[in-house]
């Protein structure tokens, strides 16, 4: 198949922004990238730019142990399980939300920790969720 990558303010997007819906979205730093206000309006975009059916392969990070000022810091954002769930499990369009994988990414990226111990981060947990739409 062909990809297509367009330039374009996401949050602009709609429904007929493509010749078609897509049938799967990797999402790996967009919702970490995007201010905790304005989470809610990019599921309702997703939903809208994903085919009925479609997958979402969903990667954040849950900075879970540092001080208050270092968590709360983004990009990228702190999006913990809980937060996901209330995102996701919510939408008319989603049929399900499942925790595929979580690992430290410190322990798994030690070149990494100094930089963020510096920050205030003392771990910082990936998550990936697959994301199921419902079928129409």
Avoid: H
């Amino acid at each position: 198949k062909k990809i297509t990558l367009r330039v374009k303010d996401f949050f602009q997007l709609e429904k007929g922004s493509f010749a078609e819906r897509a049938d799967a979205v990797w999402d790996r730093a967009s919702l970490v990238a995007i201010a905790p206000a304005k989470r809610s309006e990019y599921v309702t975009v997703i939903g809208k730019l994903i085919k009925p059916g479609g997958k979402i392969l969903l990667a954040t990070v849950d900075k879970r142990e540092g001080n208050e000022e270092a968590r709360k810091a983004g990009p990228p954002y702190s999006v913990d399980e809980s937060a996901v769930r209330a995102l996701y499990e919510d939408a008319a369009w989603v049929e399900s939300v499942e925790l595929v994988a979580e690992y430290d990414g410190l322990v798994q990226n030690p070149s990494e920790m100094e930089r963020w111990k510096g920050k205030g981060i003392e771990s910082m947990f990936e998550l990936v969720f697959l994301i199921k739409g419902k079928q129409e």
